[in-house]
């Protein structure tokens, strides 16, 4: 009887464990975070080339079009995840197919667009199972025009232990295409 006692002790500490979350907003405020959400930024306005693009034809123009149309989304990827049985970002390449750690319980995601997707289009599932968009943070060039977004998603299952996640967008205008990616949260 002791023994199965001292099991069920374990098990119950574990589920305790794993359904306790720090808060997102505290976790944004972290300097190394917020140092990879720079990062971010800085990948996409100097990597992609329909920014480049967009950019050289100002330049030729030498005029800003203000009520000029949104880009369309051109890609997205899920760039990390913090649970409660791995509370550190775990942030991961874009070529990467699976998480670095292992998580469980309740978590966080973040993604990167670059573009303009419909709001309503835009879903992360984690096995089967839509998260909730918890917050969005503009990507915004030297002169203040939008041109992707870094979301942050909620996870409130607490019995997660793994599987497969998909974040998908449909872009707001014309060619309207829809870009996805997957990561195998572990």
Known sequence: MKKLLMGLTVFS???VVASELPE???LLQ???HQKYEEALKAEVISTHENYQLYLETLRNNGEVVPLAPAPPISYLE???VLSAQYQQWDYVDPSSFSTNQNHGGEFYAVTVEYGYATPASRRFVVNGSPLKLYTS?????AGNVV???INYWHNTQTSFTGGTSTYQGTSINFPYN???DRLYIR
Do not use: V
């Open 137 to 141: 943070k503009n990507i915004t060039d």
């Open 147 to 149: 041109i992707g977004f």
């Open 78 to 80: 899920i760039r990390g």
């Open 13 to 15: 500490t574990f589920s």
């Open 178 to 180: 829809k870009e996805d």
């Open 24 to 26: 997102l907003d505290a």
């Open 30 to 32: 972290d300097p190394a």
